[in-house]
T-cell receptor, first 112, second 114 residues
């Protein structure tokens, strides 16, 4: 079953603006990951945040994790048209299995 | 590094035909995953292997689906017989050992069953 749920389902912004996407999950996790999928392509790993971390940065990406609320956010600063893609959060359970549980994604459109 | 390789990239077949999708994981990765992606159901894990051994196939929708991994560099997903509702994009992904379960995805195979 899908554990991660992204919000919003779709987001449309102008180049230069910031984009924020949220993810909620249901059970305890080992880590949470964000992936990007360009149209017609496979998913690409962006960033991973562990359950004992609260915030992580990678370039223009900032991820936060609130385990008490079972939620995460992905912030893309100074967006570019090339950031247009679908963004998925994926959780790794504490069960010991090595599988990811993906949400249905947020479609981000960045207009020039 | 070539990344995960999948073939074919597109497959169009008629209902009832056998379909075989192929995947070559990244060298050195010991986990291999097969996913199916549709608009309605999103990304679903079908089956995954560790060191060529199937670990969990609970996501395989029915007996018409089967997957094999005869060696560390090759895996197949077979659908026999295919049905229109099998139309989807099928992804293969691999993951390195002792990782935090980051996965590296192939470009996918877009399957259309008419």
């Amino acid at each position: 079953s899908q554990q991660g749920e992204e919000d919003p389902q779709a987001l449309s912004i102008q180049e230069g603006e910031n984009a924020t996407m949220n993810c909620s999950y249901k059970t305890s996790i080992n880590n949470l990951q964000w992936y990007r999928q360009n149209s017609g392509r496979g998913l690409v790993h962006l960033i991973l945040i562990r359950s004992n971390e609260r915030e992580k940065h990678s370039g223009r990406l900032r991820v936060t994790l609130d385990t008490s609320k079972k939620s995460s956010s992905l912030l893309i600063t100074a967006s570019r048209a090339a950031d247009t893609a679908s963004y998925f959060c994926a959780t790794v359970h504490n069960s010991g299995y090595s599988t990811l549980t993906f949400g249905k994604g947020t479609m981000l459109l960045v207009s020039p | 590094d070539a990344g995960v390789i999948q073939s074919p990239r597109h497959e169009v077949t008629e209902m009832g035909q056998e379909v075989t999708l192929r995947c070559k994981p990244i060298s050195g990765h010991d986990y291999l995953f097969w996913y199916r992606q549709t608009m309605m159901r999103g990304l679903e894990l079908l089956i995954y292997f560790n060191n060529n051994v199937p670990i969990d196939d609970s996501g395989m929708p029915e007996d018409r689906f089967s997957a094999k991994m005869p060696n560390a560099s090759f895996s197949t997903l077979k659908i026999q017989p295919s049905e229109p509702r099998d139309s989807a994009v099928y992804f293969c992904a691999s993951s390195p050992p002792r990782s935090s379960y980051e996965q590296y995805f192939g470009p996918g195979t877009r399957l259309t069953v008419t």
